[in-house]
């Protein structure tokens, strides 16, 4: 029988669920066609308010007038398809037919209501703002004003001495809001104006206003650019036309442009420049709102000004998630989520078959949310979520249609509550008594026991199981649970409630900081109370630290939790215009939380005058990208003349200042990322300057969006703490949450940089241990860190979020691009760039430079600059010198390596003479070093190319000597020549021609008039390099040379040059000229053979092109040496005259002359060989 009653309530039941199918399908049928709109009208028009529904029928269609039923009469009818009809329309007064309008429509599954629809009548009220008289200079700006309130709005048109204002000159422009501006004014401008509004229901005349035009006086002055009319704060509806006014005055005459705070681009599509800079949008968008800078700017210099205003378009409600239809069994649970945005934020609110609903012990409303706990039969409706703001409603429906069952298991039984953490409890129940079999999953329900309209939260888990931890909860809450078996067709009853307590912990985190100073010598510390869900119990004390930013001795001072003062604090007694650097930590019963990050504060200077103290200051999160900004003045005597704002996201510099007049009060700051920290910064100022600032840091919250069905986890790691180890490591630690599982758990580390974010730069680890070593990040790198647990395929939420900053790294390469450029003879400029580090800060960069000399012995000069400079001078530089420069980049952390050096050479001024001076030198010039000697590529060229002919030089001569020699073997004797021609004698060199007839040669360097005959029947001419000999004698001793080149090495400071020539039986003349070092030319065999080490110098060479002399000897003359050296000369001196015995010699370009009538002669006797 049982069985037979069972199949039996079975087949009912299907039959229940066949009949009410067409029932759950035909409600969704009940929809509006058309919905009413809004209207304007005029006086006694008529009008039809447009509403038509389908649905199953009979569909019935009522209206209402202010949330009230609107009731039918002569005059206001409903028509057969439900619009509403107003034969005429009446204004004024109770029976007025201006409001807001809502149809009605419903059958027998339930009841919608229609959005709402204002019916307008046309208007015009008087001016709100008129023009006034205007007393302006020739070629300077002249405004007028006009502003009226009208519906819809009115048309402004201009009248200049009763007839109207022409507008073909592009000197006069009228604005959309009626503003009137003539630029450059001439003497016909001045009359009398006056603005005519215009709309279909009237039209106004203002009072006239005088414009009167004063000569200008000479010429006009400069002046720097000035902002007469900004931009002011406007509201405008979607679809209509924002005007922003900007005239600005200077001279030169300022340009005038517009840009975003936000760095965002301006519509160019939708905006456009009226006039001479004022701007306006044409069918404004959400997404044109935000602060707008005008700035005006002197052509052709950095001089300007900035103003700014902010635009905010008002857009009517859209819904972002609309509700969904359900099917529920009795005693069950019901959830409808509604969320909808708009400016301004529209407000939700929920109707139940047209009517609004109110909350009781089972039905609550919150966070846009409708629940319903413990359905019953009559929560079987239509539900509507309605979102409304100024600028119109709208609605979105859904349907509960509850299910009746009677085979229903009983409740579970026996639930107990244990509490395991601060923020997790573990639950366990028994099976229900009845029908346990049948249940397929368990629903645990929980919420905070104090407070009303609280939500209510809900975890389905499998029929295998009898327990659950609840995590996530708010530490030192108390909680409320019960739980519910379900079975395929139904639910139970709901289980017996037990409330459970959580533990205390630490705080989560920090408050914010407000920071004011009243004098030079005080900061108030203020700050907001931690909600409980962040401070996760009774907060028992704070803890305030400070130091200046130069000092790192940190002062404390602990103050008590609750208190009349227990959220500010004076700290009295500091230095003024000093940096200070404040935070707090939070404490409970558990412990202390992290400190938070430091906050910077300047005091004030020391100032005789009195300025404005600072406002009081109030912020709001309106939405998650816009922050509401209020304030009021502290008492003072300081006559206020306006405000100052500021407001920029935390970790990044300060941006551009607002300005206000004396009398805002409230701004609203639209446009910010949500979910981010902003500073915003207040002062008023006056005559005297600019006042004390109030500061304060708020957060905006996150954005809304879907949300998820609440499930239960895992909860997360807790007390995570971070330790900076270097600049590229940090140690990471954290706690396991307390749970009595004993199954193996993993964690996650995820870590990234702060500032800016970039998800490419988001790195992981994966870890069983409670510790990680985070490696490999960026020096001087704010990082944020967070963990999360890992179990059996589950996976808690991430941590609270920690921040820590790796240490700065010293400069671990040298500065770029290094160059040296001579400026001056004495002077060079030496530039470079920073070296190629992320995130490198550079203190100051040390600059080294020596000449060779001083290089080589090791001292160098020693110059600093500042890490923003990237230039240097290097003065006093000695002329004839070569300069070694080298540069290396300097922080708190250590010095960083050298640049290579560069070679800056600094030649003599004749030599630089015609020359460019501004060489520069470079890196890109390698610099090689050789024996501790640098050289450059292009001295390295020349010094190969110099070899190179060096070389062939000598294979060329020694080609030559050969030739002679064999020339000599050939030839049975020598002969000197005697016989020269008188013009040779006088001449010092003999003809051309002569030379060739008799086969001698001859050269004769720097040679006088005079000669010396030795007496000895031999015709000998003698110069001050010696005897003139013939071919002959000089092929004999050619390859005496070669012996004797050892013999010619200078002593001391002079160079003696030694010959003997005979013959057998003759008498040998020897001449030895003693000269100095420097004052003579060597032979060209003498600088082949000299010592290793010694070089010719260049300079020699050109100094001997300078006196005309070719600066090179032959082999001849070189010949004049031989190993054969008298025994006993004698000593001769020549008598010549001072004008003939001066030589020109040229050292380093430099011509100086020098006595060489000093001669020595030796003549010795030789025996016949």
Not at 627 to 652: E, F, M, N
Not at 947 to 967: M, N
Not at 1082 to 1105: A, D, I, V
Request: aromatic residues 6%; glycine residues 6%.
């Amino acid at each position: 029988m049982a069985a037979a009653g069972r199949k039996t309530r079975q087949r009912l039941l299907v039959l229940f669920w066949t009949l009410s199918l067409p029932a759950v399908l035909c409600f969704s049928e009940l929809s509006f066609v058309t919905e009413p709109s809004d209207k304007t009208v005029s006086h006694s028009d008529h009008v039809v308010m447009d509403c038509l529904a389908q649905g199953q029928p009979p569909v019935d269609v009522r209206w209402q007038k202010n949330g009230a039923k609107l009731l039918e009469s002569d005059r206001v009818r409903v028509l057969p398809n439900g619009s509403l009809s107003l034969s005429f329309v009446r204004r004024g007064g109770e029976q007025s037919d201006e409001g807001s309008y809502q149809c009605l429509a419903h059958n027998k599954y339930g009841a919608i209501l229609s959005q709402r629809a204002r019916l307008t009548i046309s208007s015009i009220s008087s001016f709100v703002t008129q023009p006034s008289p205007v007393v302006v200079t020739e070629g300077s700006v002249a405004r007028f004003a006009c502003g009226v309130t009208a519906n819809p709005p009115a048309i402004i048109t201009w009248e200049f001495n009763q007839r109207a204002l022409p507008l073909e000159t592009e000197r006069i422009t009228v604005l959309p809001n009626g503003v009137l501006q003539i630029h450059e004014v001439k003497p016909e401008d001045a009359g009398v104006y006056c603005c005519i509004a215009t709309n279909i229901a009237s039209r106004l005349r203002s009072r006239e206003a005088t414009l009167t035009v004063n000569p200008a006086s000479g010429a006009k002055p400069l002046m720097k650019p000035q902002i007469i009319a900004g931009p002011q704060n406007i509201s405008t509806s979607l679809h209509q036309t924002a005007v922003l006014e900007c005239v600005a005055e200077g001279n030169p005459r300022p340009l005038v442009s517009w840009s975003r705070a936000d760095s965002k681009p301006i519509d160019v599509f939708g905006a456009r420049v009226l006039g001479s800079g004022n701007l306006v949008i044409s069918s404004v968008k959400a997404q044109h709102s935000g602060i707008y800078l005008c700035r005006a700017t002197t052509p052709r210099t950095r001089n300007y000004t900035v103003a700014a205003a902010n635009l905010t378009v008002l857009v009517p409600p859209s819904l972002v998630e609309k509700p969904e239809s359900q099917t529920r069994p009795r005693a069950g649970t019901a959830r409808f989520s509604c969320q909808a945005e708009g400016m301004p934020s529209p407000r939700i609110s929920w109707l139940k078959n047209g009517a609004a609903i109110h909350s009781n012990g089972r039905i609550k409303m919150y966070n846009s949310k409708l629940v319903i706990t413990q359905i019953i039969p009559e929560d079987d409706a239509i539900y509507q979520c309605q979102a409304e703001n100024s600028q119109g409603s709208v609605l979105s429906m859904a349907r509960l249609i509850v299910v009746m069952s009677e085979d229903r298991p009983s409740a579970p039984r026996s639930v107990h509550a244990e509490t395991i953490s601060s923020s997790a409890i573990l639950l366990a129940w028994e099976r229900p008594q009845y029908n346990a079999e049948k249940v397929i999953a368990y629903s645990v329900h929980y919420m905070k026991a104090e407070g009303l309209n609280n939500e209510e939260y809900q975890a389905v888990i499998g029929n295998d199981t009898t327990s659950h931890i609840v995590d996530d909860l708010e530490p030192a809450c108390n909680y409320t649970f019960y739980i519910v078996a379900y079975m395929p067709m139904g639910a139970s009853r709901m289980s017996e409630q037990v409330t459970q307590h959580t533990l205390e912990d630490v705080p989560l985190r920090t408050p914010e900081l407000g920071l004011t100073s009243r004098s030079p010598t005080d900061i108030l510390v203020s700050w907001q109370p931690l909600p409980a869900k962040l401070s996760r119990g009774r907060v028992s004390a704070y803890r305030l630290s400070y130091r200046t930013a130069a000092d790192e001795q940190v002062s404390s001072v602990e103050l008590p939790g609750e208190g009349e003062n227990s959220t500010q604090h004076l700290l009295q007694g500091l230095q003024p215009d000093t940096i200070y650097l404040l935070r707090i930590a939070v404490s409970t019963r558990i412990g202390w939380s992290q400190p938070s990050a430091w906050s910077s504060h300047r005091t004030p200077k020391t100032s005789s005058s009195t300025v404005p103290p600072a406002p009081n200051l109030e912020l709001e999160p309106l939405n998650c990208t816009s922050i509401t900004v209020r304030w009021h003045p502290a008492p003072s005597d300081a006559i206020i003349q306006g405000y100052k704002l500021l407001c920029y996201p935390d970790g990044q510099t300060e941006g551009s200042t607002i300005q206000f007049h004396p009398q805002d009060y409230q701004y609203t700051i639209a446009g910010l990322d949500p979910r981010r920290k902003y500073h915003v910064k207040l002062l008023a100022f006056s005559s005297h300057g600019d006042g004390y600032q109030a500061h304060q840091i708020v957060s905006t919250p996150g954005c809304p969006s879907a949300p998820n069905r609440r499930l239960a986890t895992l909860p997360a790691p807790d007390h995570v703490h971070g330790q900076t180890n270097s600049s590229s490591v940090v140690m990471l630690s954290w706690g396991r949450p307390a749970f009595s599982s004993g199954k193996p758990v993993s964690y996650s580390i995820r870590y990234g940089p702060v500032a800016p974010y970039n998800a490419s730069a988001v790195r992981y680890l994966q870890t069983t241990e409670q510790t990680v070593m985070v490696q490999g990040l960026r020096s001087n790198t704010r990082y944020e860190f967070v963990v999360r647990l890992h179990m059996d395929q589950m996976s808690s939420p991430w941590s609270s979020p920690i921040y820590q900053r790796t240490l700065l790294e010293a400069p671990s390469s040298p500065p770029l691009a290094v160059r040296v450029t001579l400026i001056e003879d004495d002077t060079a400029l030496v530039s470079w760039r920073q070296p190629e580090q992320t995130n490198l800060v550079v203190t100051h960069y040390t600059i080294l430079y020596a000449s060779q000399r001083a290089w080589l012995a090791g001292e160098w000069q020693v110059l600093q600059r500042e890490g923003s400079n990237t230039m240097a001078l290097l003065e006093k530089l000695e002329s004839g010198n070569v300069y070694m420069v080298k540069i290396s980049a300097s922080n708190q952390a250590g010095d960083g390596p050298f640049s290579n050096m560069v070679e800056l050479p600094i030649l003599r001024g004749k030599i630089q003479q015609g020359k460019n001076p501004r060489h520069t030198y470079s890196q890109t010039e390698t610099t090689v070093f050789t024996d501790g000697l640098p050289f450059d590529e292009k001295s390295m060229t020349g010094i190969i190319i110099g070899v190179c002919i060096a070389l062939a030089c000598i294979i060329i001569c020694i080609f030559i000597l050969i030739t002679k020699s064999k020339t000599r073997r050939k030839s049975s004797s020598s002969k000197m020549i005697g016989r020269i021609n008188g013009e040779v004698m006088h001449n010092g060199v003999p003809p051309a021609n002569q030379q060739q007839a008799e086969n001698a040669e001859v050269l004769v360097p720097i040679m006088g008039n005079h000669f010396i005959d030795a007496k000895g029947g031999t015709p000998l001419m003698i110069n001050r390099s010696g005897p003139i000999i013939s071919s002959s004698q000089n092929k004999a001793r050619k390859w005496n040379i070669f012996s004797s080149a050892e013999k010619r090495i200078p002593k001391k400071n002079q160079a003696v040059e030694r010959g003997c020539f005979y013959e057998v039986g003759k008498t040998v003349l020897q001449y030895e000229e003693e000269q100095a070092v420097a004052s003579l030319q060597p032979s060209s065999l003498q600088n082949f053979y000299r010592p290793l080490g010694e070089s010719e110098s260049s300079q020699t060479s050109e100094g001997s092109r300078d006196t005309g002399d070719s600066g090179n000897f032959s082999h001849d003359e070189a010949e004049t040496s031989s190993p054969n050296i008298c025994q006993q000369p004698f000593v001769c001196e020549d008598k010549r005259g001072p004008s003939e015995n001066v030589a020109t010699v040229n050292h380093g370009g430099i011509s100086k002359r020098e006595d060489t009538s000093s001669c020595v002669l030796n003549v010795c006797a030789h025996a016949s060989v």
